[in-house]
Structures are given as structure tokens and as C-alpha cells.
């Protein structure tokens, strides 16, 4: 291979077709009649991949992540006890069960209950099966667009907001989700849905994507790169376009590990065209680094130089914040720095992670009691300001119910208040949360000058 270049599957650089051919790979190595049992086995067989520390940390992540008191984990996901009950707010996760849609509140159970591909059926199931079947047992994330309050999609059109949503997520909880995220903010939200494939299938993915899977690759078909994928796509399109000036990313849950996948893949083409432009023969990048290489840099690698490179990356990840809720990843960090007009040093993008004191799967990541910033080679390594939500009301796991109602709440009303997000002892920034600057449709300047 000459010097410079890229070992690629296909030199197609079309995005479409690149989604096309992958998908296509996928349906010819689908059989017919899968027993549903093989589904989750398949999604184990990857943690054999694994090494010896992989599962040690694991291990310890999650035994740190339990030693909380009182050890309530049922309800450290679905909040206390006495929210469950009827009646509750618009957008609450628990209206998803509900005695007078019953139609509605059965296919979530379902969704949630029975195992399903996360991705798309194969030309012989679309032939043989009727879709209704289809629908059931075959999930492909997808995207969708939340329009704003106002029934727009067209407003604030300098900015693109992106929503990866949580583990147990189907359509109907999807929408709600990102209608109180367009409620709040007074902007149309673009949806990457990453379809729950069931409780347990879902649990696998997070598994594999926090742990085991820290490069995913498009050529393994256990692995949970259809949701990050498509979530690269959509935030390399947005912080591509010359019209954004700004593109806000909101993840939460399994939605973390995913953008976690994004941002490291990013990072990775960085290095590895660092290393090619430096001379070596052969760069191998993964899957998901190949496609941020060729939507971002592939057309005028040979003609650019590594300043140049890393210039418009920087360029970039200017436009882009990122606001996590629960962040469950092992590993988020800068994907680079830039400076300043004071000449000080800026982590990019910016990042800012919420979190409520009692939530068990934050408790895996951001704030993990094996969380160290000052550690040398850190177990749990996350960058951005942390805020967090203490106290008896700082139980719970969703969303809306557990993390957007009580800002909304305070954002409309500061003044009679308390923010129940206060910036944690360990985090980078103090002060209010810059999220809370977005509010009711508000402008807001860039953070980095």
C-alpha cells in the first residue's frame, strides 16, 4: 500500500451507500428462523473476547457502583416508591403504562420484554414474514425529528440539537424524551434512536460497549456499533455543515457509551493520520474510525498537512457540546485542545455531565467512587464539569422524571427555588450549569474565546 493512504473495505465515500453496503452485509447473515434464545447468546459470545482485566475492572466498577446506602437498586432506577402512583406530569416515563391506551402500554412491554436484532431483516425475512412480525424481532436504530414547541423544524437553523436516548428505549419513550428536551429549550430535536432490543439484550449492549468493545468494529455483527454509527453520522454531518455555528449533543444512559464511542473514534483518526502523515506505510483504523476519516478527511488527505488537520478538527469541536445525564462510560475524554486568546489551554468539546446521587448506573461512570481525575491511568476517566443532585430527592434513573422535570422546575421558577444541580467538589467548572443557559429558547455565546 503506498504511503499516506488507508486500508478501507470500500472506496466509496458516499455516506448513503456506505450505510447501504453495511446493512446489506448484515441482512445476507441473517438466517430465516433464529431462535430467539441465540439472540442473547450471541451477544455474549463477544465478552469472550475480553481480557483477564477487562472483567476484573468490570467487576469493580460495579461492586463500587452497588456500595451505596440504603442499597435500594430497584428504586435507585425508578425513583421513590411514592412517584409511581398516578397521576403524573406530561412526559413522564411512567405514563408509558397506561390502563386507557392499552395497545400502547402492550407493545412497550413487549419491546422491553422480548428479545429482538438491532438491526434490519434480511431480504428473505421481508419476503417470507409479514412486517408485523418483522417490526417485532428486528429493531434498527433509526433517526426521527422532534419538532420545536412552535411545530418547527426550521428554527434556530445555525444550531442542531442531537438526542441519543437510554437502555429500554422504544419509539413511544423516545418521543417523550425529546418532546420535554424541545419543550424546554425551544428547539427541534434530532433523534437518534437507539431501539431497545429488550431489557436484557440492552444490558449486553452497555456491557460490551463500556468494557469490552472500546473500538467497534463494522465487522463484527455482535457488537453495539449500529446505534454509534449512526449517531457518527449524524454528529459529523451537523458539525460539517457550514450553516451550524453550534451543534448541542444530549445523551443519556446507554446513549453516554455511545457518544463515548463517538468522540473516540474521532480522536483515534486523529492520531492514526498524525502517524501516516509522519511516514508509516500502513494506518489500520476501525470501522467506525474509517467512516469519520472519510466523511471528514479522506478527499483532501494527500493535499494537507498535519496542522492543517488538526485545525479543522479543532474547528470542529468548537461547535460541539456535549451534556450527559448518567453518564455510564468508562472513558469520555477531550478529543483535543485548543487555546484561547488568553493562551490557556481548552479541553474539546465541552462537556458537562448531570447526575443524581443515587442513580446505580451513574454511579458506573461519572460519578463512580473509583473515579479519580488525578489518577496517572484512571479506571473511570471522564472530562467536563460534573453536576450533581444530592439528598432524598436524588434517586432515580429516567430522564424526564428523574432529571429534566426537577431542572425545568427550577429554571422556571429560579428566583423561589434551588438549583438541584450543584457543581461537584471534583468537577472542572463551578457556577451554574451552562445547559441551564439554553432555556426557554435563550441565545447563547460560544464558551470558547
Not at 462510560?329 to 455531565?353: F, H, S, W
Request: proline letters at 6%; aromatic letters at 10%.
Amino acid at each position: 500500500m503506498p504511503n499516506g493512504t488507508v486500508s478501507s473495505q470500500s472506496g466509496d465515500t458516499d455516506l448513503g451507500s456506505k450505510l447501504s453496503e453495511n446493512s446489506q452485509d448484515d441482512q445476507e447473515a441473517i438466517c430465516l428462523e433464529p431462535q430467539i434464545s441465540q439472540i442473547i447468546a450471541d451477544k455474549l459470545k463477544l465478552t469472550e473476547m475480553g481480557q483477564r482485566n477487562d472483567y476484573v475492572t468490570l467487576a469493580k466498577v460495579s461492586t463500587a457502583a452497588l456500595s451505596f446506602f440504603p442499597p435500594l437498586y430497584f428504586q435507585s432506577v425508578f425513583g421513590r416508591l411514592s412517584s409511581w402512583l398516578p397521576p403524573h406530569r406530561q412526559y413522564s416515563e411512567y405514563s408509558i403504562i397506561d390502563a386507557w391506551r392499552p395497545l400502547r402500554t402492550a407493545k412497550y412491554l413487549f419491546d422491553i420484554s422480548v428479545p429482538a436484532f438491532s438491526h434490519a431483516p434480511g431480504p428473505l425475512t421481508r419476503t417470507f414474514l409479514p412486517p408485523v412480525i418483522q417490526h417485532m424481532f428486528w429493531r434498527p436504530s433509526n433517526y426521527f425529528q422532534q419538532a420545536d414547541p412552535f411545530d418547527s423544524v426550521t428554527s434556530f437553523e445555525d444550531e442542531q440539537w442531537i438526542f441519543i436516548n437510554g437502555i429500554c428505549t422504544n419509539n413511544d419513550v423516545a418521543k417523550l424524551n425529546s418532546s420535554l428536551i424541545s419543550q424546554i429549550f425551544k428547539r427541534p430535536i434530532s433523534v437518534v434512536h437507539n431501539a431497545t432490543d429488550s431489557t436484557v439484550v440492552d444490558l449486553m449492549e452497555c456491557v460490551i460497549g463500556k468494557t469490552f468493545e472500546t473500538d467497534p468494529s463494522l465487522d463484527d455483527s455482535q457488537s453495539m456499533t449500529e446505534p454509534a454509527i449512526k449517531a457518527t453520522v449524524a454528529v459529523l454531518a451537523a458539525l460539517k455543515d457550514p450553516q451550524k455555528q453550534k451543534v448541542v449533543l444530549l445523551c443519556h444512559s446507554q446513549g453516554t457509551i455511545i457518544t463515548a464511542n463517538v468522540l473516540r473514534a474521532l480522536k483515534n483518526t486523529l492520531t492514526q493520520i498524525k502517524a501516516m502523515k509522519h511516514g508509516n506505510e500502513i494506518c489500520h483504523l476501525d470501522s467506525l474510525s474509517q467512516i469519520v476519516f472519510e466523511l471528514c478527511w479522506q478527499e483532501s488527505f494527500t493535499e494537507s498537512s498535519v496542522e492543517e488537520v488538526d485545525n479543522q478538527l479543532i474547528a470542529m469541536m468548537k461547535k460541539l457540546e456535549v451534556y450527559t445525564f448518567a453518564n455510564c462510560a468508562d472513558k469520555m475524554t477531550y478529543v483535543c485542545y485548543g487555546q484561547n486568546e488568553r493562551c490557556e489551554d481548552i479541553g474539546l468539546p465541552y462537556i458537562e455531565n448531570f447526575a443524581n446521587q443515587f442513580d446505580l448506573v451513574a454511579r458506573l461512570g461519572i460519578i463512580s467512587p473509583l473515579r479519580d481525575p488525578d489518577a496517572e491511568n484512571p479506571i473511570i476517566d471522564i472530562d467536563g464539569g460534573v453536576y450533581e443532585k444530592q439528598g432524598p430527592a436524588a434517586w432515580g434513573h429516567l430522564l424526564n422524571q428523574h432529571y429534566l422535570f426537577g431542572m425545568e422546575d427550577f429554571l422556571a421558577n429560579s428566583q423561589s427555588s434551588q438549583n438541584p444541580y450543584q457543581a461537584s467538589p471534583l468537577s472542572v467548572t463551578q457556577g451554574m450549569p451552562r445547559l441551564y443557559s439554553y432555556y426557554n429558547g435563550k441565545r447563547v455565546s460560544s464558551y470558547y474565546t
